[in-house]
Each structure stands twice: as structure tokens, then as C-alpha cells.
């Protein structure tokens, strides 16, 4: 049975006014999200700066996450590290505290070999009984999962289940499908791709644009698994001006800009983010209006 299916939205850690994380803002977004047919909730991953919480804030996002979410959709937390015995801390607790799976990314700047990340993701795989989902995103981590290595883990790990796939290589994502019999729980990690993916086996997304656009992006996934392709893709070719410009900056400094314009207060960024700049926000709030949130 797979974690889930559908849009999973790598949700935005909000901020008080000291940059503090607001507990009470997250809780809100939950309930949005949960109102707007969101499928998974993706706690504390890159979109919700993980990079820049304390050990200590980064087990308490995720226990409230838990709390506030009470079961009705799973929550998958973002447990990785570029130390396998600080990965196997987080995702440990993770599991203590209730989530329904994790999502690891590779091991960042210190550029494990293939034979370092099949070390790495076992090693963790053998302390939990939590699903795992490998989570391959090279462009900001400096290291690719291949195909071979993906397969390697899937069928050697037995909670080893998922992919989230953020190469932007359909080839790539293709190969691995093959590899892994086409059994591999498969998300898309690309916003603009999530159609084509789904033509490969991708079961949903793993998405910043759900942050703002739940609804919309759970529709477009349903609506390709229970057979309205052309729905689903006219979909995808509507969102694409607002991926783009979601992604005119690092992530997640425009979805924070986005919800602050719809209102959702979701405060600012930890250094070294910064806020956007003025011009890529206007463009921003005229995707946002073109595509009807605002």
C-alpha cells in the first residue's frame, strides 16, 4: 500500500516576527490544507528550511505537525542529513513521535559515491521501521542517485518504497522505473512535471506549489490516476507560468513571498535567506493573479 497518493505538499515552515517558528500559523496551514484535499503533509524538507532549525526545533516541527494533523492524512518528515548517524537520530525520533514515513535526501556538499549512499540509506533503513523515500534533488545537494542505486536499495531494503524525483531528467526517473519493475512508489518532485512523470508510473507530487494551490494541484494528480489525462495536462500547461515564477528565486523564498500576498502571514525567512526582490515579486503576484489566487 502506498504512503500516499496525490499531491503532498512540502509544506513552508512559518516564522514569528524574531524568527522564531509559529507553532500556532503551522497548525493553521494544516487545517487549510487538510480543508483543500491536500494527500500528505511533508514536514520539515527543504521547502520548510530544514537547513536552518535546531535539532531541538526541527523534532518539535514534526511532533506538532503530528499532533495537529490527528491521523486524518499521513505525514511524512524530512529526516535527512549529510551525517548518517545524525539521519538515523532524526529519523528515529521521527518514528517516536508518529510520523507515517520519512523522506531522506543524499547527503549534501560532502558528495557521497554511489557505494557511500547504498551505506547510507541502509544503515538507516536497518534503525526504523518507518517507509522510506529516497528524495534525489543533485542541483542542490551535488550528488545523484542512479538509477542501479535506486534500484539497489529498493529491492535489498524492504521499507526502502519511494522516490521523490527532482532531477528534471524524465530519462533518468524512466530508467530507474524500469529497474525497479515499475513497483517503485514514485513522486515527482518537479512541479512542472508532474504529468509527465505520472505517464511513467509517478503516483503524485511531492510539491511547493500545493502551499499555495492545494486544491488545485491534488485535482490535476486524481484526475490523471482515475484516467482524465487531458484534464490532468491542461492542468499542468495552466500552473507552469506560476512554477516558474515560484522558482525565480531559491526556494522557498517566493512561496513564503506567495502566502504572505494571499494573506496566510507565514512571516519570513532564516539567514541566509532573504526576502524576494522587488521585481521577481511583481511577477510572482501576476502569476499568482493570472492563475486566480489573487
Known sequence: MAI????????V??????????????????????????????????????A??????????????????KGRIPVVAGTGSNNTATAIQHIKEAEEDGVDAALIVTPYY????QKGLVNHYSMIADETNLPIILYNVPSRTGTNIAPETVAELYKTKKNIVGLKEATGNIAQASKTMALCDGNLELYSGEDGLVV????????GVISVIANIAPRQTHDMVIDYLEGSGDIAMKAQFKALPLVD?????????????ALNLMGKNVGSLRPPLCEMSDENAKVLEQAMKDYGLL
Open 245 to 257: 515564477a515560484l522558482f525565480s528565486e531559491v526556494n522557498p523564498i517566493p512561496v513564503k513571498k
Open 196 to 203: 509527465p512523470l505520472m505517464s511513467i508510473g509517478a503516483i
Open 13 to 50: 515552515t512559518p516564522m514569528k516576527d524574531n524568527l522564531e517558528v509559529d507553532y500556532d500559523k503551522l497548525e493553521e496551514l494544516v487545517e487549510f490544507h487538510i480543508d483543500n484535499d491536500t494527500d500528505a503533509i511533508i514536514i520539515c524538507g527543504t521547502t520548510g528550511e530544514s
Open 4 to 11: 500516499f497518493k496525490g499531491s503532498g505538499v512540502a509544506i
Open 110 to 113: 560532502n558528495k557521497a559515491t
Open 52 to 69: 536552518t532549525l535546531s535539532m531541538e526545533e526541527h523534532r518539535n516541527t514534526i511532533k506538532r505537525c503530528v499532533e495537529f494533523v
